[in-house]
């Protein structure tokens, strides 16, 4: 025996199993004789709530301490949001942050925070109220059943209560026809599941026609203008879209047709370009750290073409030269009659573009696909011109990714699940560990009721991304449905990975024990293995281990408190944050960016709260002590997480409320898998026959979900004013005789592509080091003439100097570099977003109250139509303005005067007048894209840094802020 082996033996504490021997069948036998594997469970629990609870209030208290004087970590939506979206005011007392929260009711979210965040938390208000519910028959009728029946039941032996003691509230022991009324409870779980979701679908669908009536839904564009993928080659010019158009909207008027625009490589140019900014300015930040004293060697980079080491700073100075001045020449080069696969079609008024979008819903018009056309920043331009056999390829390969993912992480998942959720099972392979859980019992108890939650916590933190990255690839057309994609994702691989492997793979490990004990009895006879499978009892050991396993979820539902407590006082974010300014060189658009408002993850959000109440639904019946848990994490996140959505985080892109129907899908799958996981405890508890009477459970659930889709999916995707049984279908609606609109070509404002108007991100400097600027600059190019230029022949980067009072994300909001930090606001123009939307639909039951007079939807209103001098266009008699399109001049006599800008034209069945004058003309207008309304920047080129002044040199981009869609298609004079 070796000196380890005998050092070992003789620790003190070691049962005399282990000085008769120390091989892993031994321990095996030992471990099942005795029946330690659970003797953690209660300690555990009582370990993680303390652990817990203790740990939350401290953090609560931090937040109440921290809160009142950091108001840009804690409340930062009070600092930067606009009047209308601005949260109510907070008292700096200690407690003075809760009563917002209580009075702050949905109607009122609804208008500050947008649909998203609302449903978001409704979904929360409505799984803690269904939890309660649940919960207070689990601790009331099953617990008290449970714990009378295993008492009584022969089988609950004496030493399972010894050393599991929570086994006693679960239907460990019960067996036969005690279960009956675990079945009845079964179906009243069931059918509380389904109130709770109709009750709130109906709320929802409530919710989402006030938003599809709100003014900034009925003011954007794109809430009446369809968008077309994927059109074949033949239709891809302006003259046989619009004839597209027309086979689309079947004679439906629409108002204008816009088929997309060659960018070239002018996307990757400018993602390379903002890049480079930012490397410049972190290589600044660090070489200008310490102004009084600068290192004494320059940064320095591998030339990726050349493969020399280059000075860095001047490498990335002349490779921002380069990239404008490539963007600048591919700007000016886009061709006019260069199309792309997509294209956008408008109508007069919202009701005609949803029914056009309802009636083509899931069909293809010459190879093209129709859907209502999502904001323009939520689209994600690149994939949007990925032709279709590409993206279902790649759609394919991503499938198979992720596929290879979640198989991939069962190893690191099986050995948590095996070895850490049951710590005893590391003593049985590891022989000095197991002398350790027996020296220090309470310690390993406790690390078992902490560490496997937080292990397992911590693999899933990069899950989120990564999925991004797969649900890109496989080519969502935007942003908002690439976030649900996630959530699809996140869901499936936590329930696969984490509900089932984690369950079902100490089973298979059991399984393994039991052979390798059978292999090895003490008079030396071997069995084979399949009678050792066979004498495992796999289902029954499996529904043993369901029931087992449920003190790790008891545990882990409680620690996710404390995870919520973690994101409400961000600690993690705000040691980053300290560490990376007091030790490291932040960049000034760093710092900037880290006042802004959080963006809020809904995809993970929701994973979260779906997988917590797939958990708490499946062991509901077994062990219902995991209810009033559920319960808790429910109540914590909605009353928490309403206190983020108000004053921490915003919905960077609003989706509607489509995470609403996902998750309904989702809670319904999990009331099904529920059903078949109590199915099988049945069947091996009791027996098949009565089993049966569990089965109708899941197709029952899913009668109800396509009950749910065909009552009302249709109202929650299209506003169709009173609805398709009221009349109101699109070939049954009234069609106006014209369209007042701006004859500025708003599609192409609105819906070209961002790259063709973008500015270009300055580089960004630290006020503190501005002096110094003209000494970086004589590096290894030499001296710079008197201008102080470099000697690189490129065009000077620009930069653009940043004062310590201007590191502020209010200052910048309103800039295009820092739009990924912005709400959306929609795509409604600046300058109307105050006023009330222009409707020309006719009024109907159901249909908005409009600000026109109720005459002038009569077609009689209309009779004494006469052209305005000069105009091909076409007005009412005594009409003088539009609400929507901006103030229109009168001759004084009720009729339009001519105006280039305000140019209105009439609507025709399939197109409008004057399609030529707008191919001509209105292609080569302005996009009215408005210069940001921050600060002035104080910008100047890395070429006028040696001289005294800071006036702005080389190319003035500031023509860069006012340059639209058009503008680079224009011919140069």
């Known amino acids: 025996m070796s000196d380890s082996t005998s050092s070992f033996i003789s620790a003190p504490y070691v049962p005399a199993v282990f000085k008769r021997a120390v091989d892993i069948p031994e321990l095996i036998k030992y471990a099942n004789a005795t029946g330690s594997g659970g003797k953690f469970g209660l300690k555990s629990i009582i370990a993680s709530v303390i652990t817990s609870l203790v740990i939350s209030l401290l953090t609560l208290v931090v937040f109440c301490l921290l809160r009142p004087n950091h108001t840009v970590v804690y409340a930062p939506k009070l600092k930067y949001a606009d009047e209308k979206h601005q949260p109510p005011r907070v008292d700096r007392g200690f407690f003075s942050w809760i009563k917002p929260l209580v009075r702050m009711k949905e109607g009122e979210l609804l208008e500050r925070l947008g649909l998203d965040a609302v449903v978001y938390l409704r979904t929360l208000r409505m799984l803690r109220y269904m939890f309660s519910v649940l919960a207070l028959i689990g601790c009331c009728m099953l617990i008290p059943v449970n714990v009378i029946i295993n008492l009584k039941s022969s089988t609950f032996a004496s030493s399972t209560l010894s050393t599991n003691p929570l086994a006693l509230l679960s239907i460990e022991g019960i067996y036969g026809k005690w279960l009956a009324f675990h079945i009845a409870c079964a179906w009243l779980f069931t ?75 002018l996307p990757d140019l400018i993602e390379d370009h903002e890049q480079a900014v930012r490397k410049l300015e972190k290589l600044l930040a660090n070489y200008l750290k310490n102004p009084d004293k600068l290192p004494n060697k320059r940064p320095t980079t591998k030339d990726p073409k050349t493969k020399e080491v280059v000075d860095a700073i001047d490498y990335y100075t002349d490779h921002i030269a380069a990239l404008e001045a490539k963007i600048e020449t591919v700007r000016e080069s886009i061709d006019e009659h260069g199309t792309r696969q997509y294209g956008f079609v408008s109508y007069a008024a919202i009701p005609y573009a949803h029914g056009v979008a309802r009636k083509r819903k899931r069909k293809s018009i010459k190879g093209a696909s129709t859907t209502l056309c999502p904001p323009p920043q939520d689209i994600l331009w690149k994939n949007l011109n990925t032709p279709k056999p590409k993206r279902r390829t790649n759609r394919f390969v991503g499938a198979l990714l992720f596929f290879a993912l979640s198989v991939l992480w069962i190893v690191p998942n099986a050995l948590i699940a095996t070895f850490i959720s049951n710590i005893y099972n590391l003593g049985l392979v590891w022989p000095a560990f197991q002398s350790q859980i027996y020296r220090y019992p309470t310690f390993w108890a406790i690390m078992q009721g902490v560490l496997a939650p937080i292990i397992l ?60 004990t059978a292999a090895a009895n003490q ?28 003190t790790f979820w008891i545990t882990y539902l409680v620690q996710r408190n404390l995870s919520v407590m973690l994101d409400l006082v961000q600690l993690v974010s705000l040691l980053i944050r300290t560490f990376k300014k007091n030790s490291m060189a932040p960049t000034p658009r760093e710092m900037i960016e880290w006042t802004a408002p959080q963006n809020f993850d809904y995809a993970s959000y929701y994973n979260a709260a779906l997988f917590y109440a797939t958990i708490g639904l499946s062991y509901g019946l077994i062990a219902p002590l995991v209810l009033p848990f559920a319960v808790i994490v ?96 699109v070939g049954a609606m009234p069609s106006p005789p014209m ?23 300055k580089v960004m400097v630290h006020a503190k080091a501005q002096h110094l600027l003209p000494y970086v600059y004589q590096g290894k190019n030499g001296p710079a003439p008197t201008t102080g230029m470099l000697n690189t022949g490129a065009a000077p980067a620009t930069y653009e100097v940043v004062a310590e009072n201007e590191l502020d994300f209010g200052k910048y909001k309103d800039r295009a570099d820092f739009a990924e930090f912005r709400q959306d606001d929609g795509d409604i123009d600046g300058s109307r977003k105050n006023e009330e939307p222009f409707d020309l639909v006719t009024q109907t039951e159901g249909m908005l109250s409009h600000p026109h007079p109720p005459q002038a939807y009569d077609p009689a209103y209309y009779h004494d139509r006469t052209p305005s001098p000069g105009v091909n266009t076409l007005y009412p008699q005594a009409y003088n303005n539009s609400d929507y399109f901006g103030k229109v001049p009168t001759n004084g006599s009720g009729m339009a005067t001519p105006d280039d800008r305000f140019e209105m034209q009439p609507v025709m069945a399939g197109g409008y007048v004057g399609a030529e004058n ?52 224009q011919p140069r004079r």
Request: charged fraction near 20%; glycine fraction near 8%; include cysteine.
């Open 191 to 265: 059918a509380i599941v389904a109130y709770f979701i109709h009750r709130n679908y109906v709320q929802v669908l409530r919710l989402k026609g006030t938003w599809f009536r709100s003014m900034e839904y009925q003011a954007a564009l794109s809430s009446r203008t369809l968008m077309v993928t994927d059109i074949p080659s033949k239709w891809r010019n302006d003259d046989a879209f619009r004839r597209l158009a027309n086979e689309i909207s079947e004679g439906q008027e629409y108002a204008q047709a816009r088929i997309g625009r060659e960018v070239k490589n």
């Open 457 to 516: 916590a911590m693999f899933f933190m990069l899950l989120p991304s990564i999925m991004r990255r797969i649900s890109v690839w496989q080519g969502d057309m935007t942003k908002s449905s690439r976030e649900r994609s996630v959530m699809s994702k996140l869901y499936f691989f936590f329930v696969v990975n984490n509900l089932l492997i984690f369950t079902l793979f100490g089973t298979v490990w059991n399984l393994i024990a039991a052979i390798i």
């Open 523 to 550: 008079d030396g006879t071997n069995v084979s293995i399949w009678s050792a499978i066979k004498d495992y009892h796999l289902l029954d050991n499996a529904a043993g281990a369901v029931v087992g396993v449920s």
């Open 634 to 729: 429910f109540w914590v996140s909605s009353f928490l997480y309403k206190y983020n959505l108000m004053y921490v985080s915003q919905t960077k892109i609003e989706s509607g409320g489509r995470y609403w129907r996902m998750m309904v899908n989702r809670l319904i799958f999990a009331s099904c898998f529920a059903n078949v996981v109590f199915f099988a405890i049945v069947w091996v508890q009791y027996d098949i026959l009565k089993a049966v009477y569990v089965a109708p459970l899941p197709f029952l659930m899913v009668g109800f979900k396509l009950y749910l889709t065909f009552v009302f999916d249709s109202q929650f995707d299209y506003y169709i004013p009173g609805g398709p049984k009221k009349g109101v279908e």
């Open 739 to 761: 369209a007042i609109y701006s004859g500025k070509d708003r599609l192409a404002e609105r819906f070209g592509h961002s790259s063709l108007h973008q500015p270009l991100a």
């Open 918 to 969: 707008d191919r001509q003309g209105l292609l080569t207008q302005d996009t009215g894209y408005y210069p940001p309304r921050g600060p002035p920047a104080r910008q100047a080129s890395f070429a006028s840094a040696a001289s005294a002044g800071m006036e702005r040199t080389g190319s003035d981009r500031s023509n860069g802020y006012g340059q639209g869609y058009d503008y680079y298609r």
